[in-house]
Structures are given as structure tokens and as C-alpha cells.
Nanobody, 125 residues
Framework: QVQLVESGGGLVQAGGSLRLSCAASGRMFSYYAMAWFRQAPGKDREFVVSISSSGGITYYADPVKGRFTISRDNAKNTVYLQMNSLKPEDTAVYYC??????????????????WGKGTLVTVSS
């Protein structure tokens, strides 16, 4: 069992930056690939970015490439999402997720084993 708790969300102006954190408790955090998803009001939850268990492989959704960076610290059981050049369309609840499977370029909500409760990011224009 893995428990995930996101933090770092808030209100930021367009062009600004935020850093989200996802702290994991439970055993074997370093065994899991981690991902961030987001859900905007009235929309489906969508994949943002993923990182392999070792941190050596990452995969980004096209809308965030070049602006967002995922990283992890297995010693601290934490995964991070650095978000730069934020846009109003990035406004969403951001969720951290853990999975025992690396999905390559096909990441879906149903493939995740564990979820956090989310943290709200609001980008004002």
C-alpha cells in the first residue's frame, strides 16, 4: 500500500512558476513509476508527465513539454513537478499517481495503482 499526498498548489499569474511535491508513505516507493495527471473543471483527468522508478526515464505530454520538469528523490520518497511559464489552460487539480508498470508513451488513468487527493493550481491571466 502506498499513500500519496500532494502539496505546492496555489494561485499564480500567467508566466509564473510553481513546484508541486508528492510525498509517499508506505513501502517500496522506489519500486513504482510515478506520474502526474490533471483535471480541469468539466474535463476528464489527463496525463501530464511520468518518471520511471529509478528516475532515468521520463515522458511528457505535448502541452507541457519544455515547460514542466518531473524529478524524484527516492531517499525522500518524494516526486516533484516543476512548472514554469504557466498558462491559464494549466489551471486544474493536479494528481500524483503511482504504478508498478511503465507504460511508455501510453498513460491512462486506469493504469495507475495509487492516487493522491490532488492539489489545485490556478493560473490567472
Amino acid at each position: 500500500q502506498v499513500q500519496l499526498v500532494e502539496s505546492g498548489g496555489g494561485l499564480v499569474q500567467a508566466g509564473g512558476s510553481l513546484r508541486l511535491s508528492c510525498a509517499a508513505s508506505g513501502r517500496m516507493f522506489s519500486y513504482y513509476a510515478m506520474a502526474w495527471f490533471r483535471q480541469a473543471p468539466g474535463k476528464d483527468r489527463e496525463f501530464v508527465v511520468s518518471i520511471s522508478s529509478s528516475g532515468g526515464i521520463t515522458y511528457y505530454a505535448d502541452p507541457v513539454k519544455g515547460r514542466f520538469t518531473i524529478s524524484r528523490d527516492n531517499a525522500k520518497n518524494t516526486v516533484y513537478l516543476q512548472m514554469n511559464s504557466l498558462k491559464p489552460e494549466d489551471t486544474a487539480v493536479y494528481y500524483c499517481a503511482a504504478t508498478s508498470v511503465w507504460y511508455g508513451s501510453n498513460w491512462y488513468r486506469a493504469g495507475m495503482n495509487y492516487w493522491g487527493k490532488g492539489t489545485l493550481v490556478t493560473v490567472s491571466s
